[in-house]
């Protein structure tokens, strides 16, 4: 069983940033790819950022490429989302989540391939 327990969200003022880490139970933490997904209040979840097993690969929403950062550190079991210049737009819960075993090739994994997910932490932007 494999746990992810999300960290860092918070109430920040547009143009502001925050950094998320999501750090995971268990030994096998650095043969999966992560992924990180927002779900705001009436929408359904979506896809933000993922990076491969490795860290070599990243992949990001057309919404948040060039102010998000997607990272991990394997010494740590932790993923992190450095999210810079956020906007209103960007208040939603955001979920951390397992991907496939040794993916490399994060931008055409498909979303039933993340199985474990974290319980979610709120980022909330004002204006």
């Known amino acids: 069983q494999v746990q992810l327990v999300e960290s860092g969200g918070g109430l920040v003022q547009a143009g502001g940033s925050l950094r998320l880490s999501c750090t995971a139970s268990?030994?096998?933490?650095?043969?999966?790819?992560m992924g990180w997904f927002r779900q705001a209040p009436g929408k359904e979840r979506e896809f933000v950022a993922a990076?491969?097993?490795?860290?070599?690969?990243?992949y990001y929403a057309d919404s948040v490429k060039g102010r998000f950062t997607i990272s991990r550190d394997n010494s740590k079991n932790t993923v992190y989302l450095q999210m810079n210049s956020l906007q209103p737009e960007d208040t939603a819960v955001y979920y951390c989540?397992?991907?496939?075993?040794?993916?490399?090739?994060?931008?055409?994994?498909?979303?039933?391939?993340?199985?474990?997910w974290g319980q979610g932490t709120q980022v909330t932007v004002s204006s």
């Open positions: 989540a397992r991907g496939g075993y040794r993916r490399d090739r994060v931008r055409s994994a498909p979303k039933s391939e993340y199985d474990y």
């Open positions: 268990g030994r096998t933490f650095s043969s999966y790819a």
């Open positions: 990076i491969s097993w490795s860290g070599v690969s990243t």
